[in-house]
């Protein structure tokens, strides 16, 4: 995917990871084409944590598909600093045929890594993820959060600055998906990533977030952009946050009240 | 904020997640010698009992005097000429024919049909021209072609062949097929995340994500090569050639009717061997993947 098509934009893309301009997503043709997004713009900072929060249908995932070059743009233009970029799921999508370690492996095997190298470099990915000590079990003899923690090593093994994450917490019970933003935030700050995260969770967004983007649903456009700042870290449960969180909740109701009827 | 609050607050979360982690942990309560123990003679018993069940009924039916005893034996009849006959080479050496054939057969089909399989599953054209026709052949009892392999390739090795790989290639290719076609979409996705392309994606991705349903359609396929070759056996007997199937078919001339169930036996027996052979296999990748509750 060549998405530096854009010459005189190419300082503006310096100035951020990934630069989205009036990005533009419809599916099918003619009358019965669905537009999901329609100009979509936004500078990401490299280095800072941006949560992109919506409704259903206001096409926060296919955004995320797009930067991540699994689905083409249908108009505007998405400038990378650096590609290709590491991306997880909602399902941790984790190989069964493999054991822990080979999943993380996999992913520096496809990039060319040798054989011991690959070794050293998943189990001190594993270290980070604090699951050492289960490098040889298969991934159904987990939790849910602990294969989420495995898909993020597969991710970090990627070595990419560019960070994107599609609901990774959605499944997971609220002990687990605390403990899991803790660990997040810390990753983030030690590999100084770029994430971009998707979620329909205001207050999570609002615990991770430097900034959280609020988009409309159908079709997907940029509402509002807050900036976050408060201290860290930051508890999901805490007064201010909560503050925030329901602002950013009182936005989204209105959105979603506007498609009634 | 402090260095050691950071510090203190990640030590926290690590011992809060090691206990969590902990506590996701299933105690085992069965070791696994007294697991495989039970195990067994949960499988061994009613297979013997329906087994006592059937030799009763036998030994009845052969009481009742509704058929001559040359042509129903008793069942110690059976016993004896078992007994009897299986030391003998010539018993050995028919089994080591008809299972020579059955492999290469088989192993002929693998191939065959795995490459079907794979080209049918990648080309759309392909699968349109012939993906429905696979599934119609396996329809197809086998013994309906043996007039036609027979004028092909009169009596010969070939001619059997012919009919064990047309029998068993459609379930194979059918497996692959299948399990191609049913590959989550999110581990493909995973794989075009980490950059696999063509070939890479294939090999680590489709592949190993087919392995069950490959492995079902081989189960499949060598039950089809099985009876395709007993059939084979019996209608084209080739002059030397001491198969089970030609063995079966001269004891019959010679209403040698122990010998016939001798052989009926050990084809069951036979059956019973490479059946648990493939369920071994599934079972193996299932417990792996974590498909199987036990």
Redesign the interface.
């Known amino acids: 995917m060549t998405d530096t098509r854009t010459a005189p934009r190419a300082d503006t893309a310096r100035a951020g990871a990934v630069v989205l301009t009036d990005v533009v997503k419809r599916y099918g043709r003619g009358p019965g084409a669905v537009t999901a997004l329609d100009g979509v713009s936004l500078s990401v900072e490299p280095g800072s944590f941006t949560c992109l929060l919506g409704a259903s249908g206001c096409g926060k995932s296919t955004l995320l598909s797009l930067v991540a070059g699994l689905d083409d743009i249908s108009g505007g233009a998405i400038e990378h600093v650096d590609q290709p970029v590491a991306m997880m799921f909602q399902e941790s999508a984790l190989f069964p045929w493999l054991t822990v370690l080979g999943n993380v492996e996999i992913a520096l095997r496809v990039r060319g890594v040798g054989r011991a190298e690959r070794r050293r470099r998943a189990l001190e990915l594993l270290e980070t993820v604090r699951l050492s000590g289960f490098a040889h079990k298969r991934p159904h003899e987990l939790s849910g959060g602990m294969r989420q923690r495995v898909a993020l090593a597969r991710a970090l093994a990627q070595d990419a600055s560019v960070l994107l994450m599609d609901e990774p917490f959605g499944a997971l019970d609220a002990m687990t998906r605390d403990l899991l933003h803790d660990e997040l935030e810390r990753i983030w700050r030690e590999q100084r990533l770029t994430v971009l995260f998707v979620t329909h969770n205001v207050r999570e967004a609002v615990r991770l977030g430097d900034r959280v983007v609020l988009l409309s649903s159908r079709p997907g456009r940029v509402l509002n952009v807050y900036d976050v700042d408060l201290d860290r870290p930051r508890r999901i449960d805490s007064a201010p946050v909560a503050t925030l969180a329901a602002d950013i909740t009182d936005a989204l109701r209105a959105e979603v009240g506007r498609h009634a009827g | ?1 402090p260095a050691e609050t ?1 510090r203190s ?2 030590d926290d ?2 011992r ?3 206990g ?2 902990a506590l ?1 942990k299933t105690p085992i309560t069965e070791t696994r010698w007294g697991r495989f123990a039970s195990r067994l003679w949960a499988g061994t018993w009613p297979k013997v009992l329906a087994l006592v069940i059937v030799i009763g009924f036998w030994q009845l039916l052969f009481l009742s005097g509704w058929k001559d005893p040359w042509a129903l034996p008793s069942p110690l009849m059976v016993w004896d000429e078992l007994v009897a006959y299986v030391p003998t080479p010539g018993y050995w050496t028919a089994i080591a024919i008809t299972m020579q054939r059955a492999l290469t057969g088989f192993a002929l089909s693998v191939l065959v049909g795995s490459v079907l399989g794979i080209a049918v599953a990648r080309f759309k054209p392909l699968r349109a021209a012939i993906g429905s026709a696979i599934t119609g052949l396996q329809t197809m009892p086998s013994i309906i072609w043996f007039p036609l392999a027979i004028l092909l390739f009169q009596i010969s090795e070939s001619t059997i062949m012919f009919v064990v790989v047309l029998g068993a290639v459609p379930s194979i290719a059918n497996g692959i097929i299948s399990g191609i076609d049913y590959v ?1 979409p ?2 493909k ?2 794989g ?5 392309k063509g070939f ?1 994606l294939y090999r ?2 489709i592949m ?2 087919t ?1 069950p349903s490959f492995v079902s359609g081989l189960k499949q396929g060598w039950a089809f090569a099985w009876r395709s070759l007993m059939a084979g056996e019996l209608l084209v007997i080739i002059a030397g050639q001491g198969s089970i199937g030609a063995l079966m078919q001269g004891a019959r001339e010679f209403n040698d009717a122990p010998r016939v169930l001798t052989w009926i036996i050990t084809v069951l027996v036979i059956g019973i061997i490479v059946d648990t052979a493939f369920k071994a296999a599934d079972d193996r990748i299932r417990r ?4 199987h509750q036990d």
């Open positions: 904020m950071v607050v990640a979360t690590s809060q997640l090691s969590l982690d996701e989550p999110a581990w996705r995973v075009a995340v980490l950059g696999m890479q680590h991705v190993p994500a392995l792996a993947w974590g498909l």
